[in-house]
């Protein structure tokens, strides 16, 4: 299978999907007992007043008819007006998503940086102590409440210590840098804004650490029992028995292709830390799209829970194209095929 | 034999143990073995005997954690073995003593180009340039006779076949120049064409190269073509070494003598194997004595003190029997049962396969359509006569399988026609089908697979019973114990799970599933490949009686010509999913006229014959995906000439019912094989 | 020469590589799984005994103590309106843990049968099943089941449902797999080649051979699904207050942490080690399934 056709084949499926997504959550938003037209118009309006907003809004016609209507927006990168903020949906998703993304990030190369060198060491000393403190680790990571590691962690380095913000992104008294790509540490390194650097990194430090050793956890695992598997394969054999040392055996050969099933795995572990963001912005106040997020449902805020569920789902889709590649790029057999 | 200090490996009264759940496992008990510079070494033994753990042990290959020594002495070059640490082994390993193995299509690195994995090995080995080494590392594959060896440093192994890699495999391990070579069974996931190939190509390079090489195998055949010298083992000890010759026209220890006897080479065809009875015992316990004696038709009660390892008459043969050198071997030569001869072939085809084509699809557009097609059967014309034994020989990928899914209507052809008893299964609805089912049944290669591993085994061998509508547990028991009978196994046992059997016990018990409807035809596809010899003549013996007594069909599918030749009364041999020859078991393989199936035959190593075996071309099967043009053989064949590149049809040859397809057929020379 | 000869003393194994003890073996084999096995015969315990372990009633009110610190008389402090915590934490094993195993129980329980039914029908049908489950399972699975709980009325019923569902396409693709994968093999093509339907051989060669890493799976599903509720919970959408709910427990007690760190500490320490009980099981079940293991 070629590249081109597996890029064609996930943008197809991406129709599918956002077609799924638009229809679940439309059908769930007229599930609700609410009515949006009187709560946009507010309490004291008239009836009149909530007719006219429910025309406006386009709520008098039937629904498939809303739904064409809706997608056609959708279509047009109009999500609608949120009745939270009273903003187009798009601008917020705009504003908040680099946050968002940004955390995951630091997240994800926290989780990878400490993740692979321990799952390598676990799979290596099987069945020994370092083993099972290795082992420990992972299952903790994946087992931990994040928001609750997040309460802890500011209770700690806030509360106790006062080292560490608790919430945020920035200091109050700093200007966020110059928008280039919307993430504070890079856009300040880059217009070198060095207290805004400073004061982004540190913010980032608690969430970042709450969000990552949940993945942590299952990218040790996902390492470990990746290694387990290729440690028993003939051509690890074949290396040890032409006297290969062990670090080249373990790194130059095991390593490399423990690593090619793994991509999937970590790829897909970066889909689930956008999701686990909702927890830890909650818990951080981070103003990004998980926090965002549980604030429209909070508030059956419905086009904004629209246009975030439809963004993440094209996000997703769009990630798990690039670990396809990855997977392609990594594995020769696929490679020098296409 | 002393461990003389001229040895380059010495092992000495070695023991080691495996510790598992039901205990230690005693896989090695006082094993002694010498290798001396420049001698190529046979390793002898059925699986379990400790062959391969030797084998291991001598380059320390065996993770520490999942064998222990406990006593005896190993050297390599002087080095104590068991005493260095993990860093000198390091340095011995692929430089002193190298290593290669049974699975060429796992044993190279999938993600990294096979250049860089043979420099990887000399520049570890060796303070020179990486140029230098791309340079030696061609050269070695060159010297291998691997083809365009530029282009191949570049590949990945997936781009090689499994001929191609053992020769990457055998450059790697040549490619520090070691003293000794160690090879577990390096040739046997290989067809036989290309055994061959690298079986010549270690000789040669081993005696140019004056490296000494230890060779494990389980076939004695390949031992003698290939060995100076060689060890038998048995249940992990060492139970007789000689020179090659005197130790297989002269064996002392009844083991030896009861291994070869078991031999289908050796015997007359169609008469009962001298299969070893019992099975090897499982090391659990320490055994005192001799570990044979349990199968050993000479056993005494001294047999149960450990018998010393010597040499009653000429140096360098021994054995391990209080009686080597008295007992001679018997003639194998007995009486032929009655109800072996009783069973009679008729020529009333009972199934007839008419132009049968079969063709898998190879990937698939997005639009459904296949990209390209497996030509599995191109124009199978064949017929199986009720009460014969028609034997399929040919190497992976011929269609042998796919001919066995075929006739079984578990696969339907793409084109031409089945008949079965006159009846065109093509015409049958699915109710009909499932009773004209009952009347063929089959045993797979592999029965630790082919039995539901959650089933007791009265279930088990019921199952088409079952299926057939019979649910009372009462009369499945029942008939559950009669079929045990039947193929030699306790009646008692039906309680018990696969698990508890050994692979011959279960490839009865799979046997015994395939008869439970009464079949006419049974199709054995690779019934005693994944068995060791002992259990392979038991089996075979089994399946011969059966036909006998019951006039059942056989469609046996086999890669072994010994095998085959043995039980068949006629032989088809495939090549790229056609019949190249067909005829009496006698006329194909005795004296073969296709120039493949003379090629085929040729390259398996015989136990009688002196002459190495020729070493045909190192080249590769051609693809069944893009079918060749004309004569499927002609770009192998050494007989070519004009009119190969015409379709060749199976036609007689001569006024006799044998048939070849190939239009040079009466022009070839004749077969001379000793 | 038919007949196996006698058989030698000691040539067959004297244990069988399947049963209880076999398990057991491989239990002491691995110290972290049976911490694992351990922490949940503990909570189970917990779950059942909670009204007679409790030092007090979780719902009693003692104004007179609120915010208390831990001490002897209340081992994990009290809350803001003077609920001992430590009861409340035994009682939560109660809705926590039987959460964790109703969502597991229906999405394995859906998933298998439909996983199994596209497998065996196979086709169009199949096709149209997985496709369709692949675009489920490209949403947003956390944020779905957030919308769902929030539209059907915050509770934890609903949010239990919502997980659940959410999960099912996860158990379709496994079971599916099995199925393939299993269909392969020598003895179903033998069952096969018997003639025998397909149902039948559902029945009798793939479902007992395909339990094994489903239950596997869902040993480790029952951690996540008791994090996944009680994250609900913890951001309004599943357990409400008065009921003794880990998740929701944390999220009141997050307003104290600051001063009172105990009380979002120790709920949330019930569910992490809850959590790590299943997970630690799961993982030693995993291996001990794993055919490579098998007989070491």
Same mark, same amino acid.
């Given at each position: ?5 597996? !890029? ?102 926290? $989780? ?41 962690? !500011? ?24 928008? !280039? ?14 207290? $805004? ?43 040890? $028995? ?91 057999? !696929?490679?020098?095929?296409? | ?48 005997? %400790? ?13 520490? +954690? ?50 860089? &994995? ?28 691997? *083809? ?13 076949? +499994? ?199 190879? =990937?698939?557009?997005? #639009? ?10 191109? =124009? ?6 009720? =009460? ?17 899914? /075929? /006739? ?36 797979? &290669? ?41 193929? %030699? #196994? ?14 011959? &016990? ?15 035809? /049974? ?11 002992? /259990? ?46 067909? +005829? ?17 035959? =040729? ?23 893009? #079918? ?23 036609? *007689?040859?001569?006024?006799? %019912? ?10 070839? *020379?004749?077969?001379? &094989?000793? | ?82 609920? @001992? ?169 997050? @307003?104290?942490?600051? @001063? ?29 399934? @794993? ?6």
């Amino acid at each position: 299978m070629s590249f081109l056709s597996i !890029i064609r084949r996930r943008l197809i499926f991406l129709v599918f999907v956002v077609f799924g997504v638009t229809v679940v959550t439309f059908v769930i938003s007229h599930m609700i007992p609410g009515d949006p037209a009187r709560m946009m118009a507010g309490d004291r309006a008239t009836n009149e007043i909530v007719e006219n907003m429910r025309r406006q809004l386009g709520l008098d016609q039937p629904l498939w008819r809303q739904y064409v209507t809706y997608i056609g927006q959708v279509a047009q990168g109009d999500f609608g007006i949120s009745i939270r903020t009273q903003r187009p949906v798009i601008d917020d998703i705009k504003r908040f998503f680099p946050a968002t993304i940004e955390l995951a990030l630091a997240a994800l190369i926290f $989780a990878v940086a400490v993740g692979i060198p321990l799952g390598v060491l676990s799979a290596v000393a099987k069945d020994r102590w370092i083993d099972q403190i290795s082992r420990t680790i992972s299952v903790t990571g994946i087992s931990t409440p994040a928001f609750w590691l997040g309460l802890l962690l !500011i209770y700690l380095f806030y509360g106790r210590l006062g080292i560490l913000p608790g919430s945020g992104r920035l200091a109050s008294g700093i200007a966020p840098p110059t928008t !280039i790509t919307g993430f504070y540490t890079v856009d300040s390194l880059l217009t070198f804004n060095w207290p $805004a650097l400073r004061s982004s990194l540190i913010h980032l430090i608690l969430p970042a650490l709450t969000l990552g050793f949940v993945h942590l956890g299952i990218v040790t695992r996902q390492i470990r029992s990746a290694m387990l598997e290729v440690l028993q394969e003939d051509y690890v054999r074949t290396a040890r $028995a032409s006297g290969l040392p062990r670090r080249t055996v373990l790194f130059g050969h095991a390593l490399r292709n423990a690593l090619i099933p793994s991509v999937t795995m970590i790829g897909l572990a970066f889909g689930d830390l956008l999701y686990g963001a909702v927890l830890t912005e909650t818990v951080f106040a981070w103003p990004g799209m998980g926090n965002y997020v549980v604030q429209s449902i909070t508030a059956l805020d419905f086009p904004a829970i629209m246009g975030f569920t439809v963004v993440a789902s094209t996000a997703y889709v769009l990630l798990n194209l690039s670990v396809d590649l990855v997977y392609m790029w990594l594995d020769p057999q !696929i490679r020098e095929v296409s | 034999m002393q461990a003389g200090t001229d040895s380059i490996v010495s092992v000495d009264d070695l023991s080691l143990v495996f510790p598992t759940y039901h205990g230690d496992v005693r896989a090695l008990s006082g094993v002694t073995l010498d290798v001396r510079p420049g001698e190529i070494v046979g390793l002898v033994g059925e699986s379990g005997s %400790g062959k391969s753990v030797t084998a291991m042990s001598v380059i320390r290959l065996l993770p520490p +954690g999942m064998a222990r020594f406990t006593g005896g002495s190993l050297s390599l070059l002087g080095h104590d073995m068991l005493a260095i640490g993990e860093r000198a082994l390091e340095d011995i390993r692929g430089k002193d003593a190298s290593m290669i193995f049974q699975e060429p299509m796992s044993a190279l690195n999938p993600t990294i180009r096979i250049g860089k &994995q043979i420099v990887q090995v000399i520049r570890q080995h060796e303070a020179i340039s990486e140029a230098e080494a791309k340079k030696r590392a061609a050269a070695l594959l060159g010297e291998m006779q691997v *083809p365009d060896a530029a282009r191949v440093m570049r590949n990945y192994p997936f781009e090689l076949s +499994g001929g191609m890699r053992q020769r990457v495999l055998i450059a790697m391990a040549f490619s520090c120049n070691p003293s000794v070579l160690i090879c577990d069974e390096p040739t046997t996931a290989l067809d036989v064409t290309v055994q061959a190939q690298v079986l010549a190509l270690i000789r040669e390079r081993a005696r140019a190269r004056g490296t000494a090489v230890l060779f494990i195998t389980h076939d004695l055949a390949v031992v003698r073509q290939l060995c100076d010298r060689v060890y038998v083992m048995y249940a992990g000890r060492m139970v007789e070494e000689g020179r090659t010759a005197d130790l297989l026209a002269h064996p002392l220890h009844p083991y030896t003598q009861a291994l070869l006897r078991s031999l289908p080479e050796l015997a007359e065809p169609k008469q009962p194997l001298a299969a070893i009875p019992g099975t090897v015992p499982a090391l659990l316990t320490e055994i005192k004595g001799c570990a044979f004696r349990w199968r050993c038709a000479h056993a005494v009660a001294r047999c149960t003190e450990t018998p010393p390892f010597v040499s009653p008459g000429e140096a360098g043969h021994r054995a391990a029997c209080w009686f080597a050198g008295e007992i001679a071997p018997p003639t194998p030569a007995r009486s032929m049962p009655a109800s072996v001869a009783a069973g009679e072939a008729t020529s009333e085809a009972l199934v007839r396969l008419e132009g049968v084509e079969v063709g898998f699809p190879l =990937g698939r557009s997005w #639009l459904g359509r296949p990209k390209a097609m497996v030509h599995a059967l191109n =124009g199978v014309d064949l017929e199986i006569r009720a =009460g014969e034994t028609l034997g399929i020989v040919g190497e992976s990928g011929c269609g042998k399988s796919t001919l066995a899914e /075929v /006739v079984m209507a578990l696969q339907k052809p793409s084109a031409g026609r089945i008949t079965f008893d006159g009846v065109d299964l093509a015409s049958l609805d699915t109710a009909a089908l499932r009773t004209v089912r009952r009347n063929f049944q089959v045993v797979f &290669q592999d029965p630790q697979s082919s039995l539901d591993p959650r089933m007791p085994v009265w279930r088990l061998i019921t199952e088409p019973l079952y299926v057939a509508g019979e649910r009372s547990s009462r009369k499945l028991k029942a008939r559950a114990e009669e079929l045990m009978r039947q193929v %030699g #196994l306790r009646a008692d046992q039906i309680g018990r799970y696969p698990h508890e059997f050994s692979g011959g &016990q279960r490839q009865r018990i799979a046997i015994a599933r395939a008869l439970a409807l009464h079949p006419k035809l /049974v199709v054995l596809d690779e019934p005693t490949s994944a068995l060791d010899v002992s /259990v392979q003549a038991q089996v075979l013996n089994i399946l011969m009686e059966l036909q006998a007594s019951l006039g059942l069909t056989y469609l046996f599918i086999s890669h072994n010509v010994a095998v085959v030749r043995h039980i068949a009364d006629r032989v088809a041999v495939m090549y790229l999913g056609q019949v190249v020859e067909l +005829g009496t078991a006698a006329e194909v393989l005795d004296n073969p006229r296709h120039p493949y199936t003379r090629t085929l035959i =040729g390259a398996v190593p015989k136990l009688s014959a002196d002459t190495e075996i020729a070493a045909p071309a190192a080249v590769d099967l051609p693809s069944n995906v893009n #079918l060749p043009e004309g004569c499927f053989f002609r770009e192998r064949c050494a007989f070519k000439a004009a009119g190969c590149e015409k379709p060749q049809a199976l036609a *007689p040859w001569q006024e006799s %019912g044998h048939q070849v397809r190939c239009h040079r057929a009466a022009e070839l *020379p004749g077969w001379a &094989q000793a | 020469m038919s007949l196996e000869s006698a058989e030698a003393e000691g040539t067959t194994p004297a244990r069988s590589s399947s049963g209880v003890g076999y398990l057991w073996y491989q239990l002491r084999r691995s110290p972290l799984t049976m911490v694992g096995l351990g922490i949940i015969v503990v909570v189970l315990f917990i779950m059942v005994a909670a009204p007679w372990i409790a030092p007090y009633n979780p719902d009693k009110l003692d104004l007179l103590h609120r915010l208390a610190a831990p001490s002897l008389a209340h081992f994990f402090g009290t809350d803001e309106v003077g609920r @001992d915590i430590f009861s409340r934490v035994l009682w939560g094993a109660r809705t926590s843990v039987t959460v964790g195993l109703a969502i597991v129980a229906i999405s394995m329980g859906f998933g298998t049968v439909i996983g199994a039914f596209s497998g065996l029908v196979g086709g169009r049908v199949d096709t149209l099943i997985m496709r369709f489950m692949d675009v489920v399972l490209s949403f947003p699975s956390f944020v779905m089941a957030m919308a769902l709980a929030a539209a059907l009325g915050p509770n934890l019923i609903n949010a239990m449902l919502a997980i659940a569902v959410v999960r099912i396409p996860f158990y379709v693709r496994l079971a599916r797999g099995q199925a393939l994968s299993l269909r392969s093999k020598p003895y179903v093509k033998a069952a096969m080649s018997f003639g025998a339907p397909r149902v039948q051989i559902m029945r009798r060669h793939i479902m007992p051979n395909a339990m094994a890493p489903i239950i596997v799976q869902a040993t480790l599903d029952i951690g996540l699904a008791i994090l996944t509720a009680s994250a609900l919970s913890f951001i309004g959408l599943g357990a409400q207050q008065p009921t003794a709910e880990w998740g929701a427990m944390v999220a009141t007690g997050r @307003d104290y942490l600051l @001063d009172q760190w105990w009380y979002p500490t120790f709920p949330g320490l019930a569910i992490l080690i809850t959590a790590v009980g299943f997970n630690l099981l799961g993982d030693g079940l995993r291996d001990m399934f @794993d055919p490579r293991m098998r007989g070491r």
